[in-house]
């Protein structure tokens, strides 16, 4: 007679199961991304390498499918939109003028939600956020070096902002994103490099006046050099490779303090060395502005500097409210808010926009400034390649 | 009369016995496939980013160029050496204290013991982060307080130093750092193996005539050193991913490690090159598993050298005579440089008025107005919020994955339940920052970007499970083994299936070691570094992100001040910490 018990439960997993779910996890992980395009095969009507003619009349269609076609109805479909989420390089309060401007100019406007999204991090966030196709900030601030790769995920609306001529958002051409980047971008304000000393330990006439004094035995170990050579790119196509490479060189071999960003100035204060090499004028009026006056920082305008764009704003195309981002971006562009941008941190300011702090203190100190217009992100990348192979950072030796 | 039969055929029999299995066993199922996602899929992913050209959603045609220039460049071996150098003699400073202290405690009559005890386990308390940066405003080579300090001390003798005499960015900077922080770990692993052992092996060398020193160093030692080498060897692993003293630090003295060089590549040198990052992660676990299977070879030795045996008997304390205060006060002295120092400046720090590197004789302008302005910015409550939730959705989904994957392992009876256990303890090879990059490629790219789990929470959590996983399934392993299986197997035979027995025998003995490991993981959520910060963003930020995101800012002040209230948090967290794991013990 058989015997049916209840049998005890065999309990843990069999291998069988465990390889099944190997192989799950290997085909979600092996799905992988899709091919994006490659880099010698831009897609049709996109990337930097296109006809100019054929790139116009693609920016005309992209800007119909996504905008208004008319100022003043763009302006009233914006108050339509939803909330607008900007993510900027300026802090909030530096942010606010823009945003107070832009409200008194139109008043019915969706709400502006802010984001300070400054250095690497946030950015790579942001493009990696539309790369997955999750829209969360609808003006962005990008960076120089991201072009070419927004253009290639083809992730930024292509705006005709001939629409705005004749109106008092009118942008000055050479705040328009020219060829190869077809109108995806426009700019606010600039970023210049000074070099910032501790006046305690840095007499008025022992100053440096230029970059290249970091290069000099008198500044051995008494000074910070930024790991991230932002400054210097700019001075690619007036230098040459092989000045710069000289320059890198010698500064990286001065033995100086390695530092990441502005953070560092209070060390500076404290004295931990004399001289930091070149930091943006805006982070240094901004710690001077916070000790209200009461610091031993002060920043010096070098012989000659670089002015790349401060504010590069892109949209993205998926943007839930693209006329209000249109609006504030040929707001933030125009005159009235180039002013603006440096309104609170005159460091921001454009050396070529009249009336900005920059502009007068250059003009003043007639010091040459290298514009770095927007052809400065096909070459950004080489030179900062360059800077950092010769300070022996993680640099691949390629062949 | 016997049993009754029942009449269905043998092959329905079969499915409805399987089908009754399978429905029993969904949660190991789960589990392990939970297990099988957290440790594969990363991987997958890094190994694929590793071997195409491409960014994170936009990956193009395969290419072993990534390799070829990580393989080709000085850099990748300099930071090999360093990271292999540091981990190594910072271990055995480590391993060198830690056993010095374990001794103290437990075989000798140093007054204040139990005190001395709960004192070796405070610098758990202190956050990595905020450990390197105090020590950074200590030991600046010009304005560290205590460069200072000893520099106005020499210039009395005539000596007239311009900077110095420490330099915290240096190689020595690293290796103390890294060596004092390492020495709970290691006291945590080898104390219990001080406490149970037979002293009669001691009383018979002391009977024979040896000294004390003598017999520590030809008797006790050598018992315990397979117990010692699988410490260190844990220690060393530790110490080799170490990130925030790499970051803090030794980016500014140059020197580079592995865990920066990823970081480096993914995030702070222009233009990203996330390929050659995911290359360097590759090679990074890559040595680590192989570091994970010597220390598990080693594990598996040391039972020859058990010496706890049936008899009872009572721990002889060897009497350090007139070195018994010292050695309290040594004990003291190591608090001092690893909680007390910290935390003192960073809560000097914390209350002066501007952003700035405190100085010697400056106490007049102290302000309570940066605490005032962290409690009532809702941007900190959500960061607090934030925090609070990875803690506790941590804590719950490791120590829950880890209790049934534990289960499954020890009580089951399948072939596979070998690599099971293996692949549980796998993660703790993997670094933080190569979790967090695996991460990004993994909820960045189809299929599984359609979670919408980047840039939120969930990733966060998602991360630091994968990383404590393996502390989660060691403690239940062992909790579990010492559960006698009778008493699950006389509810099997009552007709209980096997997720009732877990839930209702075995659980309620594992209690206590649940909510140890519980808050264990808890507190390791709440000061972990690396992860956080790779997937930080506005929405998902927490608090050790947000106070290096301060440091970095030079909002020295908001930093330091946010990095007191989270000490004041983890304090009683830790003291509780260690109140749990001793009980748990008995």
Redesign the interface.
Known sequence: ??????????????????LA??G???L????????????DDPAEGEGGTTDAAAGEADVTEAHAELFETSYDAIVEAAAQEEVLRVCSTLTEEEFQAVRDGFYEKFPDVVELEF?RCNG???R??I????????V?TDVFDT?D?YYE?IV??DWAAQPDWSVFDGTDLEIQERFIASEPWGGRFVASGSWSPVMVVNTDLVAEDERPTSFKDCAEEEWRGEFMLD??P?AFPAFLQAWGEEELREWARSAGDNDP???????????L?????KMHCAMTSAAVLR?ID??DGDTNIDYIIPEETAAPFSQKLMMPKDTPSPNAALLLMAFWASDEGQLLTGEINPGYGSPFVEGTWKQEAFDEAGITVHEAGWDYGTY??DA?EMI?EEW???????? | M?????KDPPRV?RWT?RV??TR??WP??VA??LL??LV??PL??LL?TSL??????????FTLDHYR??L????TYE?LGNTFFIAAVSTAMSVCLAILFAWLVERTNMPFRNFAWAMLLLPIAVPGILFVMAWILLL????GLVNVALRDGLQTLGLDLQEGPLNI?SMTGLILLDALRGVTTVFLMVVGAFRTFDPSLEEAAKVGGAKTASTVGRVTLPILIPAIIAASMYSFIGSMEQFESALAVG????I?LLST?IY??V???????YG?GAVYAVLFMVIMVLLVIVYRRIVSQTERYVTVSGKGYRPRRIELGRWRYPAFGFVLFYTLITVILPASVLAWVSVLE????P?LGDSQDATLQHYVSLLTDSGVAQVVWNTVRLMLGTATITMALALIVS???V???????G??DALSFLPYAFPGITIAIAL?F????????VL?L??TVSILVVGLTTQYLAFGTRLMNGAIVQIQKELE?AA?VS?A??MAVMWRVTLPLLLPSFIAGWVWVAAHSIRSFSVPLIL???ANEVLSARIWHA??????NEAAALGVLLMIVLFPLTLLMRRLLVGTRH
């Open positions: 007679m058989t015997v049916w018990t209840r049998s005890r439960t065999t309990r843990g997993v069999s291998l069988r199961q465990a779910a190997v799950l996890a290997a979600l992980a092996a799905c992988g991304a899709e091919e994006g395009p490659s880099a984001e690497t991090e946030p790579e966030r493009l990696n956020e539309y790369a997955a196709g999750q969360r960076s070096e790769r290639e995920g790991t991230r932002n303090m390695w530092t990441r960003g502005s953070g560092v100035l209070p060390q204060s404290a004295g931990e060395r710690f916070g000790a950004a990348d900062t950092v022996g950072f993680p640099q691949p030796e390629l062949e | 016997g049993p009754v039969v029942t029999r016995k009754g299995e029993s066993r190991f199922i392990v496939a099988l996602f594969l899929v997958f992913q694929q195409r050209e491409g960014q994170p959603g936009v990956l193009r045609g220039q990580a080709a460049s000085s850099i930071a600046s080579p010009r304005t960015y980016l500014q003295a140059g580079f060089v480096f590549t995030q702070m040198r222009m233009p990203i090159n050659l501007q952003s700035r590197v100085r289960w499954a392992i009580r089951g009876s399948s072939r596979g339940r690599f099971v990004i993994v909820f960045l790219n189809p299929p599984l970007n919408g980047y840039g197997e099997h007709g299936h096997s930080s963003s506005p440091w970095d800012d030079g909002l020295f």
